[in-house]
């Protein structure tokens, strides 16, 4: 079965001399494996590359899909590769999607999208990825009315009997401060502290194991 669809490309890797095994987020399949055969003379080198954005016709061979034609590209790639800190910043969120999300949703799709437009406060923008990813998978840091131990199973604040279960997670009043504020819309972005950042994706990085663990 043939079908069309716009994928955001994650990570490609080299088989053989010709093929191209690559890695995409697509809108309407969720994350899926793309195996391209005879690469280097049917389609444009750098069709493929890591944050270009492809409209194309697939079809379904076994677990993987197999590219037809390609309607258009957005060629990303090689821009975002002048930018080093630019570079970081989309493959920190590539390996996120790749590590956690495997389901089809649109709203993750536009959210990806957006981050091909950000151009500075790269650290800001990461966090704000993080909150707006998670808010779509039912996380959301407007709920909860203090730091502290988070109950994962339902989102909430953790009884104090509850701090030594594995779904309970610790987020710092310095980093719960600054999320609530990232979280508003209307907020500015603004310099974060590098130590800070490490310790907000630590928090979402477990909110994301625990979560692929029960789905």
Known sequence: MVVKDTCFVLDRFLIGENTLLGKCYFQK???R????PKYFS???IGS???FNVIRLYLVQRGDTLQPLDVINISFNSKRIAQNYQKF???SKISKIILKFISEADREIFKVLLLTIKINDF????YIRFLLNLTHILGFSIENLNRPGWINLLNLSNCRPEEFKNSYCIYI???EFALLKRASNAHTKPFEIDKKIEKNIEVFFYKFLEFRKEQF
């Not at 494996?33 to 391209?36: A, D, L, S, T, W």
């Not at 790269?122 to 923008?125: I, L, Q, T, V």
């Open 33 to 36: 494996k793309i195996i391209i």
């Open 172 to 174: 710092h009043p310095k």
């Open 29 to 31: 399949l969720g994350k």
């Open 88 to 90: 970081l910043f989309l």
């Open 122 to 125: 790269f650290s800001f923008n």
């Open 48 to 50: 493929f590359e890591p």
């Open 42 to 44: 049917n389609f444009k």
